[in-house]
C-alpha cells in the first residue's frame, strides 16, 4: 500500500537553500565589500524572507548599521531570554531608534516550558546548557519559521569555534548569512569610531561580551573577548552549534 504523502511537505512550503545556492552566493561576492553585498542580496531578493538577529551586545552596533544602511525595513530580531541586563534591553532601544529600523520584534522563551523547567529561574546556576536550551535556541528556533534566511553578526576571530566562516552557509535548509565573518577586531572598532555608532553602556566598565546577566562577568582572560560568558566554562549557547559539530 502506499505511503499517504507527507503533511510536512504541505505545511512547510518554504523553499529550501541547497549548499549550491550557499556556495554560488560566496562565490558571487568573494571580494565584494559588505554594505554592497547586503544591498544587491536585499535589492534583488536573493535570501528571501530575510531578517537580522542581534542580541545588541558590544559588537552588535556594527552589522545593524550596515543592515540599516542597505534596508531599514528588514526585522531585526531580538532573543530575549528574561534574562539579560538592563542596560542591553535600554541600548536596543537605543540603537532601532538611532538606526531607525521599522521592524524590531522580541522572541521570549515559552511561558508553560518556562514553570516546567525553570520555576525558580535558577536553572542558569546548575544547568547552563538546559537553561539556553529553553530560553534561547527553542526561542530562535521559533523565531526563524517561516523566515528563508537570517544575518548573523558571527566573527571568525571570536572564538576556536567559529573560525573559517564563509558568508553564505546553510542551516536547516535556510540560508545563514554571516555579513562580518572575516571582519577583524580593529575593522569593527575603525567602523564604530568612523560612524560614531552608540556603545553599549556597560563596555566602559570593562566587558567585553555581553549575554545574560548572570552568565556574563568581566573577562577572565582579557585576550579571550567570550571569557566572560559563562565563567569561561562554555563558549556557544547552542544558538549557533550545528548537530553533530558541537
Ligand atoms: S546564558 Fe545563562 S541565563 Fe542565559 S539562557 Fe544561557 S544559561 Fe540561561
Known amino acids: 500500500m502506499a505511503e499517504p504523502a507527507r503533511q510536512l511537505d504541505v505545511i512547510d512550503a518554504r523553499p529550501a ?7 554560488a552566493l560566496n562565490a558571487r561576492f568573494e571580494g565584494v565589500d559588505t554594505l554592497s553585498m547586503l544591498k544587491t542580496v536585499f535589492a534583488e531578493g536573493l535570501a528571501g524572507n530575510v531578517a537580522v538577529v542581534s542580541s545588541f551586545g558590544t559588537e552588535s552596533a556594527v552589522l545593524l548599521d550596515l543592515v540599516a544602511k542597505a534596508d531599514k525595513n528588514v526585522p531585526v530580531i531580538f532573543v530575549d531570554t528574561l534574562k539579560m541586563f538592563d542596560e542591553t534591553l ?11 529600523f521599522t521592524d524590531s520584534r522580541a522572541v521570549v522563551p515559552n511561558a508553560e516550558v518556562l ?7 535558577l536553572r542558569w546556576s546548575y544547568d547552563p546548557d538546559g537553561c539556553c536550551e529553553i530560553r534561547k535556541v527553542e ?16 566573527k571568525a576571530f571570536q572564538s576556536v569555534t567559529r573560525q573559517n566562516l564563509p558568508r553564505f552557509e546553510i542551516e536547516d535548509g535556510r540560508l545563514k548569512i554571516n555579513p562580518l565573518g572575516d571582519w577583524t577586531k580593529a575593522d569593527l572598532e575603525i567602523y564604530f569610531e568612523a560612524e560614531n555608532l552608540p556603545r553599549h553602556p556597560l563596555e566602559a566598565q570593562g566587558y567585553l561580551s555581553i549575554g545574560c546577566e ?8 582579557p ?24
Open 214 to 221: 548572570p552568565c556574563t562577568t568581566l573577562p577572565l582572560d
Open 90 to 100: 535600554a541600548y536596543r532601544e537605543t540603537l532601532i531608534e538611532t538606526l531607525g
Open 17 to 23: 537553500f541547497t549548499q549550491a545556492d550557499a556556495d
Open 139 to 154: 526561542p530562535m528556533a521559533r523565531a526563524k519559521e517561516g523566515l528563508d534566511a537570517w544575518i548573523s553578526g558571527r
Open 115 to 121: 514553570a516546567a523547567k525553570d520555576e525558580t529561574g
Open 223 to 246: 585576550s579571550n573577548e567570550r571569557s566572560g560568558r559563562w565563567q569561561g566554562e562554555k563558549l556557544e549557547c547552542g544558538i549557533h552549534i550545528e548537530v553533530g559539530k558541537s
